[in-house]
C-alpha cells in the first residue's frame, strides 16, 4: 500500500493542486518558494509522526489569505493497493475509484480560523466520500510518518541525552516486555560487578576512614559506592553513538564531519523502522538531504532508499494480524544530482503559477510522468541525467543546444550581446545587469545532437495547462546552404508548441550551416585567427590557405573535419590541409580571446537573437 495522491485546498501557496506520488519514492524539485515544503506539511498533518510526538499543527499563516473567503485549508490523502489482509483496518475510509480494481481509502481534514475573540482555530476530519467522523479516523493509525528536516542536527538527534531513538531500536529487537525485563536485569548485574571491583570498593574504604572518625562520638556511618539502579531508559540514555571509518576506531560524533554524521542519522532511522514496524504504511519525509552529503553519497542515500521502499513492499507479514510494514519515501531537493539517481517517472516538478484567486503566484505540481513520455524517452532522459546531473528539470529557463561547442561560448558571447553602450545612462546599464544575470540564472542544457524533441517535452508540453519552461531557446544547425530550405526537422521542432497548445514560449535559433561557418566576418578574423593559432600553433599557412579559398566562411569550418570531408579547395585547386581541430578546445580558445573587450568580435545574429530572447523580463513579450 502507499499514498497514491495528496489533494492540497487553500493551504499555503497551493490554492487547488493533486499531487500524486509513486509507490517506492518520489522526489519533488523545483525553485525557491516553489511549494516542496507544502506537500511535506500537508503528509504530516494528515498523518501521525511515528513515535506519537506531533510537532506540526495547523497556523494562521497556512491559510491562503487571497481564497480565505472560499474557505479555510482542506488536505486529503489517498491510499492505494491496500491488501486484502490489512483492508478491514480501512472500511470505513475505502472509496471506488474510477479504473482501479485495488482497495482505496481516502481521509480528508480541514482547519477554520478562529471566531471572534477566539484564540485556537478549529479541525475538522472527514473519511471515505467526504463523511464527517468525531476525532480522527480510525483508519489514520495505520499510516505514520518519520520527517527528517533540512540543515538538521544530527549530532544533537542522536546524543545520548535523549537516547530515544536508540532506546526504539532496542525495544524493538527485544521484542515483548519479558525480553526488555531480563535484558535489564542482565545488565544490572553487570553494572553489580563494577560496584564490586576492589579499587571501587578501595574508595569506599578510604571514605569510611573519615567517615568513621567524624560519626564516632554520634552514630556512626558507613557509606558504599554503587551504581545507579538500571532502567531501561537509563541504559538506552547511557549508550553513546560512535562513528568512524569501517577497518578504524569509532570517534565521538563530535570528530566527525556531518555528512557521515547525518549519514548515520538516517541509518539509525531505518534501523528503527525495521526494529519497530507498527505500521500498515510509514512514509519517510526526508527535506533537501543534499544539505549535507557530498554528491555521491547523495545518489548512493537515493539508491539506498529505493531499494528499501521496493524491498518493503514484497514484505509478507508472518501473521495476518500484524502491520503491513511498507516504507514509502518522499525526498524534496534541489540538487541535480540527488534528482538524477531517480527515474524520472519517480520525480514531480514543483512550479510557480500565476494565481487565480489572486494576482501573485500559487504552487503548481508538474508530474512527469503525465508528459506523455514514450517507454523509449524515459529510459534516454534517466540516462542523460544520470551521465550529465543536468539541471534540466530545473528550468523555468533553458537554452538547448547542439553540442559543447555552443555550451562553452555563450556566456562569452552573451556578455558581449547584452553589454551596454559605452555611453548608456544609469537605466540601461542596471537594465543590462540585469539581463545578462537572468542569462546566467539560465539553464544550458547540451543534447549532443538533434535529438531535441525530448527536452522540449519536458519543458513546453503542458498539465493541466502549464508547463516547467517560460522561456526556452534551442540553438541547432541547419547543416544545409544559407540560400536551401530550412530542414523539415527544423520545421518540425518549431511547429512542436503550437502543437502542445504550450503556454511557455519557445525561440528556434538556426545557424546556416554550422556554428563555426557562422562565426566568420572579416570583422572576426582577429579572434578567430588567434583561437585558432592557440589551438595550431604550427599552422598559419592553413590559415592562410582558408584566407584564400573561394569561400572562406565554408573553408574556416572545414577545419574542423577530417581533410577528406573537405570540398572548398584554395587557389591552387587543392583542398585545405592539416588534420582537423577539436571544436571544443577551440571554443574553449575562442572564450578565452573574446575576454579580451578590446578584440573586435560581431555576435552571429541568430545568437545574439536567442540571448536577448532567453534574458526578456517574466510578463514582458
Known amino acids: 500500500m502507499y499514498i497514491s495522491e495528496v489533494l492540497i485546498e487553500r493551504f499555503r501557496s497551493c490554492e487547488e493542486v493533486r499531487i500524486p506520488l509513486r509507490p517506492e519514492v518520489t522526489v519533488l524539485v523545483g525553485e525557491n518558494n516553489a511549494g516542496k515544503t507544502t506537500v511535506v506539511d500537508a503528509v504530516r498533518l494528515l498523518t501521525d509522526p511515528l513515535d506519537g510526538r506531533r510537532s506540526r499543527y495547523f497556523e494562521e499563516s497556512d491559510v491562503l489569505k487571497a481564497a480565505a473567503s472560499l474557505g479555510g485549508p482542506a488536505l486529503q490523502l489517498e491510499v492505494s493497493e491496500i491488501g486484502p489482509e490489512q483492508s478491514g483496518a480501512y472500511l470505513e475510509a475505502m ?23 477566539g484564540r485556537r482555530g478549529s479541525t475538522a476530519w472527514a473519511q471515505g466520500p467526504g463523511h464527517p467522523v468525531t476525532g480522527e479516523p480510525p483508519a489514520r493509525g495505520g499510516v505514520r510518518h518519520v520527517y527528517l528536516p533540512a540543515l538538521r542536527d544530527a549530532e544533537r538527534e542522536l546524543a545520548s541525552a535523549g537516547g530515544d531513538r536508540v532506546r526504539l531500536i532496542l525495544r524493538g529487537l527485544l521484542g515483548d516486555e519479558e525480553q526488555v525485563e531480563a535484558f535489564v536485569e542482565r545488565i544490572g548485574a553487570e553494572l553489580k560487578k563494577v560496584a564490586a571491583d576492589e579499587h571501587v570498593t578501595a574508595v569506599s ?123 514509502q519515501v518522499l525526498v524534496t531537493t534541489h ?72 555550451l562553452l561560448l555563450l556566456p562569452a558571447l552573451a556578455e558581449r550581446v547584452l553589454a551596454p553602450a559605452p555611453d548608456a545612462d544609469a537605466p540601461a546599464k542596471r537594465s543590462a545587469f540585469e539581463a545578462l544575470e537572468r542569462f ?105 590557405q582558408v584566407l584564400k579559398a573561394t569561400d572562406p566562411a565554408v573553408a574556416f569550418g572545414e577545419l574542423f573535419v577530417t581533410k577528406d570531408s573537405r570540398t572548398v579547395c584554395g587557389l591552387d585547386g587543392e583542398a585545405i590541409s592539416g588534420t582537423k581541430v577539436s571544436k571544443g578546445l577551440f571554443a574553449q580558445e575562442l572564450a578565452d580571446v573574446l575576454a579580451d573587450r578590446a578584440v573586435p568580435f560581431t555576435v552571429p545574429d541568430y545568437l545574439a537573437q536567442a540571448v536577448q530572447f532567453i534574458t526578456v523580463p517574466d510578463g514582458a513579450s
Open 440 to 544: 546566467f540564472g539560465t539553464t544550458r542544457v547540451i543534447v549532443d545532437g538533434v535529438g531535441f524533441e525530448v527536452y522540449l517535452r519536458v519543458l513546453m508540453n503542458p498539465v493541466d495547462q502549464m508547463c516547467l519552461g517560460r522561456r526556452v531557446a534551442l540553438i541547432t544547425d541547419t547543416d544545409v546552404a544559407p540560400d536551401d530550405p530550412e530542414p523539415d526537422r527544423i520545421t518540425k521542432l518549431r511547429a512542436l508548441h503550437t502543437t502542445w497548445s504550450s503556454p511557455g514560449q519557445l525561440h528556434v535559433a538556426a545557424a546556416p550551416r554550422t556554428l563555426e561557418p557562422a562565426l566568420w566576418s572579416l570583422g572576426n578574423e582577429q579572434a578567430l585567427r588567434a583561437a585558432f593559432l592557440r589551438c595550431a600553433p604550427q599552422s598559419k599557412d592553413r590559415w592562410e
Open 205 to 327: 574504604k578510604q571514605i569510611n576512614g573519615p567517615l568513621k572518625d567524624l560519626t564516632a562520638g554520634t552514630h556512626p556511618q558507613h557509606s558504599e559506592l554503587a551504581l545507579a539502579e538500571p532502567t531501561f531508559a537509563s541504559i538506552a540514555r547511557s549508550l553513546r553513538v560512535l562513528l568512524g571509518d569501517l577497518e578504524s576506531t569509532p570517534f565521538p560524533l563530535s570528530a566527525s564531519g556531518l555528512g557521515y554524521t547525518n549519514t548515520l542519522f538516517i541509518a539509525t532511522v531505518m534501523a528503527e523502522l525495521d526494529a519497530a514496524a507498527e505500521s500498515d504504511l510509514t512514509v519517510l519525509l526526508v527535506e533537501e538531504p543534499e544539505a549535507h552529503l557530498h554528491p555521491q553519497l547523495q545518489t548512493l542515500l537515493l539508491r539506498y532508499l529505493q531499494r528499501r521502499a521496493r524491498e518493503s513492499r514484497r514484505r509478507v507479514p508472518k501473521d495476518p494480524m500484524e502491520p503491513a510494514g511498507h516504507l
Open 95 to 117: 472509496v471506488h475509484t474510477d479504473g482501479s480494481d485495488g482497495r482505496t481509502a481516502r481521509w480528508q481534514v480541514s482547519y477554520a480560523s478562529p471566531q471572534g475573540n
Open 335 to 406: 540538487s541535480p544530482i540527488l534528482s538524477a539517481a531517480a527515474s524520472v517517472e519517480d520525480v514531480v516538478i514543483m512550479a510557480r503559477c500565476p494565481a487565480e484567486a489572486s494576482g501573485g503566484w500559487q504552487t503548481r505540481p508538474l508530474p512527469v510522468p503525465q508528459l506523455g513520455l514514450t517507454r523509449r524517452q524515459i529510459q534516454h532522459l534517466d540516462r542523460y541525467l544520470d551521465a550529465t546531473k543536468s539541471a534540466l528539470l530545473f528550468s523555468s529557463r533553458a537554452i538547448l543546444v547542439e553540442g559543447i561547442s555552443e
